[in-house]
């Protein structure tokens, strides 16, 4: 695996770090709306280092994403899947970018 596209999983693996501890956060406080308003950040610094990462398909391919409207009445519920909708696309990246990179070689 070559060290710019180790950086880049590791740029992946950090920012489902930093989503995870919005919707930890978020639970704690219980304040969805501030939740949001951090995951719509989180979501416009995650395309800009998609972009610098792996180019501008994949950074517009990320921020064209947009959640459609929920209809449970469960904040709590709505925002889960907030995250959600975000973190599979960005887990299966992740994903995509591992098993395309070349197994590491071992020292002889």
Known sequence: MTNQSE??????QKQLKELDQ???ETMETLNTVAGAERVAKWKARTSALITE??????????????????FTNDLV??????????????AD??????????????GN
Request: hydrophobic share 40%.
């Open 22 to 24: 919005i919707f930890h």
């Open 53 to 70: 990462s792996l180019g501008q398909k994949e950074g517009q391919k990320f921020a064209a994403l947009q959640p459609g409207p929920s």
């Open 7 to 12: 950086a880049t999983r590791d740029m992946l």
């Open 93 to 106: 990246l992740a994903k995509r970018l591992a098993q395309a990179a070349p197994p590491p070689s071992s």
């Open 77 to 90: 519920e709505e925002f889960t899947d907030l995250t959600d909708y975000f973190r599979v696309p960005l």
